[in-house]
């Protein structure tokens, strides 16, 4: 069984043996929370999609917000789990660092889609595909079968893992130089990209591979593979609850976006969240939207909301007390969200039904991954090209665009095309797009 005391390791990456001098009252956890709102890929999240296209004249949910709402529900979640376990079940962790998983949680939180490439999903396939079914699949010949596998299941959590400790050139050692408990809760899928398998989630490229090993291992995780196997560990405990927090704030979200949206209509919106609640809780709900005096449509919706996601942490909450055992020895099964109350969870499944038939398939969503996954292709087709033939003049150019933190010229291949991807995956939609405009001559700055 795993341990909480170790679980919560204060230790920072790149800075184990140094003793750092305490300069403001912060504890680890909220220099790790600070550091990752000051960060320049969370500002680059601003202009990421999270389903609709961005900008529009409506206001809706772009990567940022997102994750900043991500992070709330998850202080909240990891703060009332603290207080119940060490209430009734381990009075021992009174005093300790446990008490601080609330906001380990929430920067886990603020972390959890820094890897995600432009356009969302659809950027993330398309440099899949680049390798497996485009000008890329060459290059399986000419490189290692663990690089292979990685770019080949290009993943977003793994490459927010990779942004937080790679050592990018000009960078100090530890990359982000996080502690290792908020490393590890970003970690959704803890394994190799060998053991993807059909859905296509792993949780660190090879490059990174050590460091994940020394972070888990100092912290206890369970290993689940043999010497000599692919890699694989056990989650750390707090990764369900970023998942649970991500888990309620998108599709709740999604649902009240969809609704401004004219997507779905205010009856539609009205049926999935109070499908949530009992009919006797249902009634409570809509008579304090009366007294309040609510007449706003889009106030109603706000308002069902938040009694959506109070009730979706509550129960999430509870369902990790229960089974907490089950996780600290590595044996749950599913996702937080997948076994709490049927009556909630049966709520949640049909809101995801509505979400695929009629947000995630809707025209304007459609639009944005089609050009999105162009745009994407072209620019691995152009920038991995100047990674092989370095020496053209065409490539020179596209190099020179290449931050100086990306080792786009060095003697290594494998370095050379993970830089392409680095570059690549940091783009925002807008720069993206930018960038695509100019290398195929369709915008100048002075025209």
Known sequence: MMDWKQLIASKRLGQEFRHTERRDDRSEFKRDYDRLIFSAPFRRLQNKTQVYPLPGSIFVHNRLTHSLEVASVGMSLGNDIANELIATKRPELRGTLFEQIGTIVSAACLAHDLGNPPFGHSGEKAIQT??????????????????????????????????LTHRF????????????????????????????????????????QETFRKIADEMGLICKSRPGEALAYARHPLVYLVE????????????????????????????LLLGFFDEDTQKVILQRIEEEGLTDINEK???MRACVIGKLENECVKTFIEHEEDILNGTFNGSIIENINPLQRDAYQECAKMSYKKIYRSKPVLDVELSGYKIMETLMTQMVDAALRPERFQSKQLISRFSSQYDINSDDLETRVMAVIDYISGMTDVYALDVYQKINGISLPLI
């Open 301 to 303: 919706v706000v308002y």
């Open 130 to 163: 680049f390798f497996t079914e485009g000008p890329g699949n060459p290059l399986r010949q000419k490189v290692s079968p663990e690089f292979w596998d990685d770019i080949t299941h290009f993943e977003g959590n793994a490459n927010a893992f990779r942004i």
């Open 244 to 271: 649970a927090a991500d888990d309620i704030c998108y599709e709740i979200m999604d649902i009240e976006d969809s609704h401004k949206l004219k997507i779905i209509s205010y009856e539609e919106t009205e049926r």
């Open 169 to 208: 050139l000009g960078r100090r050692d530890g990359g982000f130089v996080m502690t290792y408990a908020t490393l590890g809760s970003i970690v959704k899928y803890p394994h190799a990209s060998r053991l993807a398998g059909t859905h296509g989630k792993f949780g660190f490229f090879h490059s990174e």
